[in-house]
């Protein structure tokens, strides 16, 4: 079983429609949530960012975290072709290791956003 | 302007040739790494350093090398002895914070072998 689990899609919705983006995980240590965005041939952005467990929001994104139940999400509002990108979800817990702390990605989900 | 510059951003090898992919950061971090990206499969890690001169391996190490000699820079080569090294590479770097581990990306390398 992977550490996290992302659906890879691909996910195609209408433009303004709310778009719900997830990921399963199994290790519990995991205390710090990132969701980036990548463009087509580009590397990933840094989108949000969440420590723990509860809701963050930024503009029209949301994301959300559920450690009860290994589950963490990312909502957006009012979609647009810009957001068309793959996301992808990545995780860590606070425990170095040889100076470094263990991020660990999503397959990640490629989205599009159809004007 | 801060940021990470890879270069070149795409790159053909012929079977049996090393190659050098060049990492640049002009953000002061201390730490730098080592992706690889792949259809499917997220990102993948290949090597990262946490300070110059130390680097240390990641998941997927064999058949890649790198250096640290100078804080901004961390050149990744592709040895022949990596049997599959067609792929996306990505270059990124953060602060040696404990909070998170949240990596700054560069733009990426495509490499294809020929």
């Known amino acids: 079983q992977k550490e996290v689990e992302q659906d890879p899609g691909p996910l195609s919705v209408p433009e303004g429609a709310i778009v719900s983006l997830n990921c399963t995980y199994s290790?519990?240590?995991?205390?710090?949530f990132m969701w980036y965005r990548q463009y087509s041939r580009k590397g990933p952005e840094l989108l949000m960012y969440?420590?723990?467990?509860g809701n963050k929001e930024d503009g029209r994104f949301t994301a959300q975290v559920d450690k009860s139940s290994k589950y963490i999400s990312l909502f957006i509002r009012d979609s647009q072709p810009s957001d068309s990108a793959t996301y992808l979800c990545?995780?860590?817990?606070?425990?170095?290791?040889?100076?470094?702390?263990?991020?660990?990605f999503g397959q990640g989900t490629r989205l599009t956003i159809n004007p | 302007d801060g940021g990470i510059t890879q270069s070149p951003k795409y790159l053909f090898r012929k079977e049996g040739q090393n190659v050098t992919l060049s990492c640049e950061q002009n953000l002061n971090h201390d730490a730098m790494y080592w992706y690889r990206q792949d259809p499917g499969q997220g990102l993948r890690l290949i090597y990262y350093?946490?300070?110059?001169?130390?680097?240390q391996k990641g998941d997927i190490a064999e058949g890649y090398s790198v250096s640290r000699e100078k804080k901004e820079s961390f050149p990744l080569t592709v040895t022949s002895a990596q049997k599959n090294p067609t792929a996306f590479y990505l270059c990124a770097s953060s602060t040696r914070s404990t909070s998170g581990g949240g990596r700054y990306f560069g733009p990426g390398t495509r490499l294809t072998v020929l």
């Open positions: 990545a995780m860590s817990d606070p425990l170095i290791i040889q100076g470094a702390q263990k991020l660990v």
């Open positions: 290790n519990s240590a995991f205390q710090y």
């Open positions: 969440t420590y723990s467990s």
């Open positions: 350093s946490q300070i110059v001169n130390d680097f």
